[in-house]
């Protein structure tokens, strides 16, 4: 799914994203808002075409004027020493352009073992850089970044799992470019967001078996068993959890013991933020089984972000100490021209939110709020599907430059002659990540019966 929200433009305001397929459906949803005159004058204000020079006039000047400032922070408490984090700011993706940089913060929360986590920690990265077509715009790489994180993710796992080691992580990797922050995800570590006027919204969706239907309705039509602990007596104790292997998330990347139903293909959403910034909390587990969204946001709120950090850490061992690793990033991104504000929203806009939200936003991990009613956040991108095939879709470039086939998720180079795996899908996939889309589909079995 991909729709943009058209409510927050202003009259005049073209705008330059190709992400705009069907850009007035919201608009019209929103008649309320806006009159029928004004919908036929922004249909008609888009339908009159804009020199390129002076889009891309638009494009420096308001990236120059706009670049937030990122400050952020971090605290973590080790209990069984499995979670790993990543931060990386001002990572240029074209070397030596300081324009084309980007800031990564990402969470592993590895279990049985610490060398997925660390291995994902080392790798995913520039897995996801490799499957980003070369020499493309600023605009043009925001779009590219979903498909690529699917294939980062998942070129991630094929080769840990060729290593033939069994741990596995969680994994939240959030790539902030300028006022657009895209999160991918699997497992249950969750990234929230915090913008102006107190609204909490989840970026990640939790990959956990026992709150999650549809992955325990896709697992089980894999091959996999979906059941809980059976313990001596017969009783059955815990959460839900995925058989062979007993775990509890339904995606993750590693766990090469596990059936490869549990796959590593990331829920991604991507949004983007007014200029009035907003809060990023990322965390794992060891957060979110003790405090709610709600709550972490609250607890830290009006606190500089390595503050905010401690605490929202210090609130999740208030009930009961520290049963499981905690690591919590904070990362505040501010208009560069204001002094550092942390978010305290006044009181009034809570008020309004709570009447007008209610027990809407109380947590549930099947939910998202709805950003885009509160027009402080444009939502340009979310997609969550486990099939890849639906993931990886038609533009997906099916030829390197010289003609060979590129597979779409290792990025290797084939001439067409040793095309040994040329899909139903308008994609190419090398042998191996063909095996591997099977595995994750459940047919792995029936080929190995034949
Ligand atoms: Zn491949």
């Given at each position: 799914?991909?729709?943009?929200e058209?409510?927050?433009l202003?009259?005049?305001?073209?705008?330059?994203?190709?992400?705009?397929?069907?850009?007035?459906?919201?608009?019209?949803?929103?008649?309320?808002?806006?009159?029928?005159?004004?919908?036929?004058?922004?249909?008609?204000?888009?339908?009159?075409?804009?020199?390129?020079?002076?889009?891309?006039?638009?494009?420096?000047?308001s990236?120059?004027?706009?670049?937030?400032?990122?400050?952020y922070?971090?605290?973590?408490?080790?209990?069984?020493?499995e979670?790993?984090?990543?931060?990386?700011?001002?990572?240029?993706?074209?070397?030596?352009?300081?324009?084309?940089?980007?800031?990564?913060?990402?969470?592993?929360?590895?279990?049985?073992?610490?060398?997925?986590?660390?291995?994902?920690?080392?790798?995913?990265?520039?897995?996801?850089?490799?499957?980003?077509p070369?020499?493309?715009?600023?605009?043009?790489?925001?779009?590219?970044?979903?498909r690529a994180?699917?294939?980062?993710?998942?070129?991630?796992?094929?080769?840990?799992?060729?290593?033939?080691?069994?741990?596995?992580?969680?994994?939240?990797?959030?790539?902030?470019?300028?006022?657009?922050?895209t999160?991918?995800?699997?497992?249950?570590?969750?990234?929230?967001?915090?913008?102006?006027?107190?609204?909490?919204?989840?970026?990640?969706?939790?990959?956990?078996?026992?709150?999650?239907?549809?992955e325990?309705?896709?697992?089980?039509?894999?091959?996999?068993?979906v059941?809980?602990?059976?313990?001596?007596?017969?009783?059955?104790?815990?959460?839900?959890?995925?058989?062979?292997?007993?775990?509890?998330?339904?995606r993750?990347?590693?766990?090469?013991?596990?059936?490869?139903?549990?796959?590593?293909?990331?829920?991604v959403?991507?949004?983007?933020?007014?200029?009035?910034?907003?809060?990023?909390?990322?965390?794992?587990d060891?957060?979110?089984?003790?405090?709610?969204?709600?709550?972490?946001?609250?607890?830290?709120?009006?606190?500089p972000?390595?503050?905010?950090?401690?605490?929202?850490?210090?609130?999740?061992?208030?009930?009961?100490?520290?049963?499981?690793?905690?690591?919590?990033?904070?990362?505040d991104?501010?208009?560069?021209?204001?002094?550092?504000?942390?978010?305290?929203?006044?009181?009034?806009?809570?008020?309004?939110?709570?009447?007008?939200?209610?027990?809407?936003?109380?947590?549930?991990?099947?939910?998202?709020?709805?950003?885009?009613?509160?027009?402080?956040?444009?939502?340009?991108?979310?997609?969550?599907?486990?099939?890849?095939?639906?993931?990886?879709?038609?533009?997906?470039?099916?030829?390197?430059?010289?003609?060979?086939?590129?597979?779409a998720?290792?990025?290797?180079?084939?001439?067409?002659?040793?095309?040994?795996?040329?899909?139903?899908g308008?994609?190419?996939?090398?042998?191996?990540?063909?095996?591997?889309?099977?595995?994750?589909?459940?047919?792995?079995?029936?080929?190995?019966?034949?």
């Amino acid at each position: 799914m991909r729709f943009v929200e058209f409510a927050n433009l202003e009259p005049g305001l073209v705008k330059s994203s190709g992400l705009v397929n069907e850009p007035f459906r919201d608009a019209e949803a929103k008649s309320s808002k806006m009159s029928q005159a004004e919908i036929t004058n922004m249909k008609q204000q888009k339908q009159q075409p804009v020199p390129l020079g002076t889009l891309i006039g638009r494009e420096l000047r308001s990236e120059k004027l706009d670049k937030p400032t990122l400050k952020y922070g971090q605290a973590a408490l080790a209990k069984k020493g499995e979670d790993y984090f990543l931060i990386k700011t001002d990572y240029q993706r074209v070397l030596g352009n300081p324009s084309t940089s980007f800031s990564v913060f990402a969470i592993f929360d590895g279990h049985n073992g610490i060398s997925a986590a660390i291995f994902a920690k080392e790798n995913l990265l520039n897995n996801v850089l490799s499957a980003i077509p070369e020499g493309i715009g600023r605009e043009e790489w925001l779009q590219a970044l979903p498909r690529a994180l699917v294939a980062g993710f998942v070129k991630t796992d094929i080769e840990f799992q060729q290593r033939g080691e069994t741990s596995g992580t969680t994994v939240t990797f959030v790539v902030i470019d300028g006022w657009t922050v895209t999160v991918a995800s699997v497992g249950d570590s969750r990234c929230i967001l915090d913008t102006q006027g107190g609204v909490v919204s989840l970026l990640t969706v939790d990959h956990r078996l026992e709150e999650n239907v549809e992955e325990r309705e896709r697992v089980t039509a894999s091959g996999g068993e979906v059941a809980r602990l059976n313990v001596f007596g017969g009783s059955e104790v815990g959460p839900l959890r995925c058989w062979p292997g007993g775990l509890c998330l339904s995606r993750s990347i590693g766990d090469t013991d596990v059936g490869e139903f549990i796959v590593p293909i990331p829920h991604v959403k991507q949004v983007k933020l007014s200029n009035a910034g907003g809060r990023l909390i990322i965390a794992s587990d060891g957060i979110w089984d003790l405090v709610s969204s709600d709550n972490a946001a609250q607890s830290c709120r009006g606190l500089p972000a390595d503050l905010a950090a401690k605490l929202v850490v210090k609130e999740a061992l208030r009930s009961r100490g520290l049963k499981d690793d905690t690591t919590c990033l904070v990362v505040d991104i501010i208009p560069s021209e204001r002094p550092i504000l942390p978010l305290t929203p006044k009181k009034k806009q809570n008020l309004l939110t709570s009447l007008i939200f209610g027990k809407r936003y109380q947590d549930s991990a099947n939910r998202t709020n709805k950003l885009s009613t509160v027009g402080v956040v444009e939502e340009l991108f979310e997609e969550g599907s486990a099939v890849l095939a639906e993931r990886l879709g038609k533009e997906f470039p099916l030829e390197s430059n010289s003609g060979l086939l590129r597979c779409a998720i290792c990025q290797v180079d084939q001439p067409p002659s040793e095309g040994l795996s040329i899909n139903a899908g308008p994609f190419f996939l090398c042998a191996n990540c063909h095996r591997k889309k099977d595995a994750m589909e459940g047919k792995k079995r029936q080929v190995d019966q034949l």
